[in-house]
């Protein structure tokens, strides 16, 4: 279905799901979105909850409706789908492996953008470098989306996994670069000042450590104008600011799951949220 977005509603964007379908659908059933809304997917659609399989199926069934970026545990399926990484204890993505569509559904994520851009709002998993504008943070994007799609995407997505630079700097070339790239958009949480990446630590904005601080405090952002809306911080939890929609608020750690309507006025969007479980289909 196509979507004019001249005239549709503000998009209503989800955080990251994590498999947790029964927590998905009272969501969506109490946002009550009209059918033309574009429905907006942070990432992390997959893995932990139960019903991995399902949040995807339903993903997909939106069809141009929706629009999703790729997060960390997408490119971790990729990953063990294209035999260059292990099943992790805890994972629950075996069953979209097992699915007789398999192959079709990973071909659909692997043309999954992983930034996406419209009227002032740009959507990452995680976030963006601060020495990124919107032009590079979309140029780079492609970069990384390009390959994934291409016929040597099994190479790219095994390089991802090997160590990444600590340092973004504009001469990173090749595999090195794509890395960069795949880590920044789908795991940052805490950099410095002149944007080097700090993925040990993972809890609240105050467990940062010295010198570093989260990605979108650093001063100077070259993104600071657009509204950035990202997952993947589940410590971190819902954070809501004019320019910035943090919306991972732990579902899959039985907290609650977020949706919010995206309007070009902060003061006129709408948060709704529904209690998770931990066991929730």
Not at 48 to 76: K, T, Y
Not at 139 to 154: D, M, T, Y
Request: with cysteine; aromatic share 6%.
């Amino acid at each position: 279905m196509n979507v004019n977005t001249a005239s549709s509603p503000p998009p209503l964007a989800f955080g990251d799901l994590q498999g947790c379908h029964d927590a998905f659908h009272h969501l969506l059933a109490k946002a009550a979105p009209t059918p033309n809304t574009p429905l907006w997917f942070a990432g992390d659609l997959i893995n932990r909850g139960p019903s991995s399989l399902a949040c995807l199926r339903d993903v997909i069934e939106f069809g141009q409706r929706a629009v999703m970026v790729l997060g960390n545990h997408e490119l971790h399926l990729l990953a063990v789908a294209a035999g260059t990484q292990r099943l992790r204890k805890g994972d629950t993505i075996s069953e979209i492996l097992a699915a007789p569509d398999a192959a079709d559904l990973i071909d659909w994520l692997r043309h999954r953008p992983l930034a996406h851009h419209q009227n002032g709002m740009l959507m990452v998993h995680a976030g963006v470098l601060p020495q990124w504008d919107l032009a590079l943070t979309l140029e780079l994007a492609h970069e990384l989306e390009q390959a994934l799609r291409g016929p040597n995407w099994r190479t790219c997505i095994a390089q991802l996994s090997q160590p990444t630079p600590a340092r973004w700097h504009h001469g990173v070339s090749g595999d090195e670069r794509l890395r960069i790239i795949a880590h920044t958009l789908t795991r940052i949480r805490f950099c410095n000042l002149e944007g080097e990446l700090e993925f040990n630590a993972k809890g609240e904005p105050d467990t940062a450590p010295p010198g570093y601080m989260p990605w979108f405090d650093v001063p100077g952002r070259r993104t600071s104008e657009l509204t950035v809306v990202f997952g993947h911080w589940a410590a971190l939890g819902l954070l809501l600011r004019d320019k910035l929609c943090a919306l991972d608020s732990g579902c899959i750690w039985g907290r609650q799951l977020s949706a919010i309507t995206l309007n070009a006025e902060p003061s006129k969007r709408t948060l709704t949220q529904v209690a998770c479980s931990i066991t929730s289909g």
